[in-house]
């Protein structure tokens, strides 16, 4: 690959990561699945218009961290009650889960998956961020509660309530009485390729995932890059409001920690299919190594040396294929 900003690949292939991991990390996330397990999801389950003649189609709404309504898209293949693999889509930043008929959701619906996907809190579907308003803040979620964080408050980060809405909702689809648990998946593309991944390591019995160039990986690497533009820039916008001087720069990368999908990583049990692009400057291929590189779980890494963070050829097919051996 062109080296023009990145590692040469045989040190991309053992790089580690180096955001740092902090030492409460693991009671870190054991309080927050403490702290789910004792919210009552209090799930709604409303018919939509939208129809199809092999599926039926509803928005469902649960109650997470801080009492949070949350929405999700939710598609039942014409199955009657026979258990049946489920597959969880996570979105990409500030975006939402999109249109019934966008991406592959009636395509897994048609092959027998119950599909489910959920709009992030605050972002731009359905879903309520507690902290502010319904569906319109968009951005600066990686920064929400930082301050908190770096003053001893990390539980106010506003990217862990949204990794433990996705257990929140991983629980929920297996509880479903047609929905067989042992045949659950998750994917998701840059942010919800990172949620993927939190998804997975955070609830132990999701099957597989295929994170797709995932985003939330290594923010100290992505900053010494000089890649904190686009997805990531909300970082730099932090430094130059609330610290010029960077006094408070390894405290702020200390607290990210927490939020580090890499330090999630090693927990995974599944299989996991991860696609990549070398010329991502968005989610550098570096931050995805570092994750990448600590998973013990059976895994597959395919590669696109020419394509950045932009659909990736027959990655949908590879990735329906992936889920289809659930």
């Given at each position: ?23 409460d ?5 054991a ?13 709604e ?29 939710y ?43 959920m ?33 001893g ?68 690497r ?101 889920m289809?051996?659930?």
């Amino acid at each position: 690959m062109p080296l023009t900003f990145e590692m040469p690949m045989e040190v991309l292939q053992t790089y580690s990561g180096t955001n740092p991991r902090p030492k409460d990390f693991d009671q870190f996330w054991a309080d927050g699945l403490d702290e789910i397990a004792k919210v009552n999801p209090d799930v709604e389950i409303v018919p939509s218009d939208f129809k199809t003649s092999f599926a039926d189609c509803f928005d469902l709404y649960f109650s997470g961290v801080g009492n949070a309504r949350i929405h999700a898209k939710y598609v039942r293949p014409k199955l009657g009650n026979k258990p049946h693999p489920a597959i969880l889509q996570f979105h990409g930043y500030a975006d939402k889960i999109g249109d019934w008929a966008d991406g592959p959701m009636l395509a897994f619906a048609a092959q027998g998956f119950s599909y489910i996907g959920m709009d992030c809190r605050g972002q731009g579907g359905g879903s309520q961020d507690t902290g502010i308003v319904q569906g319109n803040t968009l951005r600066g979620h990686i920064v929400r509660g930082l301050n908190d964080a770096i003053s001893g408050r990390p539980q106010n980060l506003l990217f862990r309530n949204v990794f433990l809405d996705t257990v929140q909702i991983a629980r929920i689809v297996m509880d479903m009485d047609d929905v067989d648990a042992a045949r659950v998946g998750a994917w998701g593309g840059s942010q919800g390729g990172g949620l993927s991944v939190a998804c997975a390591a955070l609830e132990p019995r999701i099957k597989r995932i295929a994170p797709l160039f995932p985003f939330l990986s290594d923010f100290k690497r992505v900053w010494e890059m000089d890649q904190a533009k686009d997805a990531y820039f909300e970082l730099q916008d932090w430094f130059r409001r609330n610290d010029p001087l960077h006094e408070r720069e390894e405290d702020v990368f200390n607290a990210l920690g927490y939020i580090d999908i890499q330090h999630l990583a090693e927990r995974l049990k599944c299989d996991v299919l991860w696609r990549m692009g070398l010329m991502d400057t968005v989610c550098p291929p570096s931050t995805q190594f570092a994750a990448y590189n600590k998973i013990t779980a059976p895994k597959r890494l395919e590669i696109y040396p020419d394509f950045g963070h932009e659909k990736l050829p027959l990655s949908y097919d590879h990735l329906f294929n992936f889920m289809c051996e659930l």
